[in-house]
């Protein structure tokens, strides 16, 4: 992938979607000029994780932009998604490089110095610094980093850096002035009234 991809990245929530279309939010917020979008779900079974992804690869076909499933590897082959994000207590990369094959995008999480350090012997697309600041949207995560720790990440990384965990508005631009490649977002999309403004106007301050 170029690292140009990562600079708009959407995290999919339907509970923060306040019971809007997720297909409608997505194709939204791709208008505005989101770049990569991850379907991200932890309450679907197997088969409607599958048929909502295979939806969202429609929806994006026509403007060309990746579809990163979270965490499943087999949901990401059955829908033939561009590739699959994982975090440190998921499937192996190397396990996951494996099955999916030299042409798919891997994305990692990295919630510490360590493991930034550690992923530089992988051969993954990008990795995530998560989270940079605390966030209500995931709970279950590491002390921040901060903007100093994303500071020190961006430069330790050989890879590709998008930066997750309380960015918005008031935080996209101090982000990217640490050296990474972008932002990733959630309910600063998907809670949006407009999440095609939203996804303008958070593009033109980066």
């Excluded at 991200?40 to 026509?62: H, M, N, Q, V, Y």
């Excluded at 919630?111 to 966030?135: F, H, K, R």
């Excluded at 918005?168 to 095609?196: F, H, K, L, W, Y």
Aim: hydrophobic share 45%.
């Amino acid at each position: 992938m170029r690292p140009d991809q990562l600079r708009l990245y959407l995290v999919t929530d339907r509970p923060l979607s306040f019971g809007r279309d997720l297909e409608w939010i997505v194709e939204e917020a791709v208008k505005g000029g989101t770049t990569i979008v991850q379907l991200r779900e932890k309450s679907l079974d197997t088969r409607e994780f599958i048929e909502l992804g295979l939806r969202l690869k429609r929806t994006l076909a026509p403007y060309g932009v990746p579809l990163i499933i979270n965490d499943r590897v087999d949901v990401a082959l059955a829908v033939d998604a561009d590739g699959v994000h994982i975090g440190q207590s998921d499937m192996p990369y190397e396990i996951a490089r494996r099955l999916l094959g030299p042409d798919k995008i891997i994305g990692l999480s990295v919630e510490n110095m360590d493991e930034v350090a550690e992923a530089n012997a992988l051969d993954v697309d990008y990795v995530a610094v998560s989270p940079v600041y605390g966030t209500p949207t995931k709970t279950d995560t590491a002390p921040p980093f901060g903007l100093d720790g994303l500071k020190r990440a961006a430069a330790l990384t050989r890879h590709p850096v998008v930066a997750i965990g309380g960015m918005n508005r008031s935080t996209a631009s101090g982000a990217m002035a640490c050296g990474i490649d972008g932002i990733a977002v959630v309910s600063a999309i998907c809670s949006a009234p407009e999440p095609q403004q939203a996804a303008r106007e958070l593009l033109n301050l980066l």
